[in-house]
């Protein structure tokens, strides 16, 4: 029986931040063991590399000092000549000549076998680089995309990843939990997981938002003119005068930036709705005026909730620290918020927003819509989500072990921090769906999320319309063939750039308006429509051999297709 997480901050602090660097531990150094690596040659390897490093190093900055030294010499050939024969007869321009000229070709001697020796340490080093990848390769080769995944599922097993965001996923949410999974034209999925959290689905995404913001540019204008001034003896002269005269316009802009969140369906609570943002309340401690500003925030909710108008329903609970911390106030059902948040919900709630140590602090968005549940954590905008395997590639094992370790523990840390606010609901982890409990059965097919991803992972290059010069927003739609493939319509939706110059009027210290040109650009869209296929890899198709007729027949070369969380993809010519 795997124990529910109903303390979410002391067990990490007390369990599972030790298993994770443990399991994590022990994960890398299997593989390390599986591939047969051999860690002592190659800290030897390594060591002659970093020394062959520091005598190319050398050897770099001697040859540049004596070329330096070369060309001091040179000029200072010349110089002495130029003098010589500026003040003196050319028969002495012979003397410099003569005492300069086997100076320098000692120089170049020099200064050939300095490059000769830099050349043999650069191709010494560049081979023993490579006999510490060839050393690494076996390695290298068994990382993969679900590294991460299989971590997480050992540290918390009451939670489990998915292959991929399939279709069957997407239904769950949509059929039981009305989510649609529509984000709507200025979206774009970079990365997405999904899996069950105690039996109820979630997902974890990173998105590419737009919208359109606006920019201001600034122009300007030098002006002069003359004015008769009348000095101290009475007579009058003319004096220029000058003024720079300034001028801004504001226009439209795209922007675009990430987002991280957390999606989670749970039929707990089903009437219910709420959102609340990090408050600064969470920081205070317990000074006289931190208390302060506390009890005036629970004086508002105390006032609020007296409020008995029509349509006003906000009633405070008798912990009033949670309600002016968590600040929900919009909730719209008092009696299902207080089947959610019992008072151990609370209480751990609040662990969980004034913690400056262990975790990251009221740093969350939460949404509720009905049974819909979304938390967009600030900390996890900086967490790397991916885990491209390339990313562990190294050439060296102990600075391989380093990055796998630091990269896996960050990872759930951020993770776990995230998903904190749902564990530390009691009836969440209590309530488990009806597909659950069955095991229902769902379709595997990788949805138009995925397929978001998968197009984003190639490269906005691949896609983006000609004209673009601004990121671009990459939509999907997708169509299933006889042979298992999917072809998925790529949209790429961006903006192309005209150059405008408009003339601001601006009053002068002359006394007149001028013309002001502002330059600025203007930007209009563009689009561009690509198709690309992908196939999930099943154990039939693992030779590779039916996958590699699966893309040909469609003109593209297999070794170009790439392998993505068990989905092969690849961008269709024309």
């Known amino acids: ?19 994770h660097i443990d399991n994590t531990s022990n994960f890398f150094e299997d593989l390390v063991r599986q591939s047969g690596v051999d860690a002592d040659a190659n800290a030897r390897t390594v060591q002659q590399l970093r020394l062959l490093e520091k005598q190319a190093g050398g050897a770099s900055s001697t040859n540049k000092w004596w070329r330096v030294l070369r060309g001091v010499l040179i000029a200072a050939t010349l110089v002495a000549l130029l003098y010589i024969y500026m003040e003196y007869s050319w028969p ?23 490059y000769a020796r830099l050349k043999a340490l650069e191709q010494a080093r ?10 690494m390769a076996p390695l290298n080769r068994l990382f993969d995309w679900d590294i991460a995944a299989k971590l997480v599922q050992k540290t918390l097993p009451r939670l489990a990843f998915d292959p991929y965001f399939s279709n069957g996923r997407m239904t769950e949410l949509r059929n039981s939990f009305g989510w649609s999974g529509d984000l709507g034209g200025d979206e774009s999925i970079v990365f997405s997981h999904s899996g069950v959290l105690n039996g109820n689905p979630f997902i974890l995404a990173r998105t590419l938002t737009h919208w359109m913001g606006s920019r201001t540019y600034h122009g300007s204008l030098d002006i002069s003119w003359t004015e008769q001034v009348r000095g101290a003896d009475g007579k009058y002269r003319t004096e220029t005068r000058r003024e720079t005269l300034r001028a801004s316009v504001e226009q439209p802009y795209p922007e675009y930036g990430n987002q991280t969140f957390i999606v989670y369906g749970n039929e707990a609570a089903p009437d219910l709705i709420f959102s609340r943002s990090p408050s600064k309340l969470s920081k205070l401690e317990d000074g006289f005026f931190d208390r302060m500003r506390k009890n005036r925030a629970i004086k508002k909710l105390e006032k609020k909730s007296r409020d ?16 002016a911390l968590f600040d929900a106030t919009d909730r719209n059902h008092e009696v299902q918020f207080r089947l959610l948040f019992t008072p151990l919900a609370q209480q751990e709630m609040l662990k969980l927003l004034q913690d400056d140590l262990v975790g990251y602090g009221d740093d969350f968005e939460f949404r509720k819509t009905h049974m819909i549940n979304i938390v967009e954590p600030e900390h996890m905008r900086e967490t790397d989500v991916g885990g491209e395997p390339e990313k562990f590639h190294a050439y060296e094992l102990a600075h391989a072990r380093t990055f796998f370790n630091t990269y896996h523990n960050d990872f759930f840390r951020s993770f776990y921090f995230g998903i904190a606010p749902l564990l530390a609901i009691p009836l969440y982890q209590q309530h488990r769906p009806h597909s659950d409990i ?13 397929h978001e991803a998968i197009a984003n992972y190639h490269g906005e290059a691949v896609f983006k319309h000609p004209d673009c010069v601004t990121r671009s927003i990459l939509k ?31 009053r002068g210290g002359d006394g007149h308006s001028h013309r002001v040109p502002v330059h600025w650009t203007e930007y209009y869209d563009v689009r561009h429509a690509s198709a690309m296929m992908v196939k999930e890899q099943t154990p039939a198709s693992d030779d590779g051999a039916t996958l590699r007729k699966v893309f040909e027949k469609r003109g593209v070369e297999y070794k170009k297709a790439i392998v993505r969380r068990s989905i092969v993809s690849a961008v269709l010519p024309g």
Not at 96 to 108: C, K, Q, R, S
Not at 439 to 447: A, L, V
Not at 489 to 503: L, N, P, Q
């Open 476 to 506: 999907t739609t997708s169509e299933n063939d006889a042979d298992g493939s999917q072809r998925v319509r790529v949209v790429a939706s961006g903006y192309g750039s005209v150059e405008r110059v408009d003339h601001v009027s601006v």
């Open 1 to 19: 029986m795997i124990d529910d997480v109903h303390e979410p901050l002391e067990q990490y602090a007390a369990e599972f931040k030790t298993a």
């Open 438 to 450: 069955y095991k229902d059965t769902y379709t595997s097919k990788s949805c138009f999320w995925e």
């Open 308 to 323: 008995v108008g029509e349509g006003k329903t906000f009633t405070v609970m008798s912990n009033r620290e949670f309600d």
């Open 126 to 135: 560049d081979a023993k680089r490579a006999e510490a990848w060839g050393q």
């Open 92 to 114: 002495w321009m012979l003397a410099p000549t003569a005492a300069f000229l086997p100076a320098i070709y000692w120089l170049n001697r020099t200064i050939n076998d300095s």
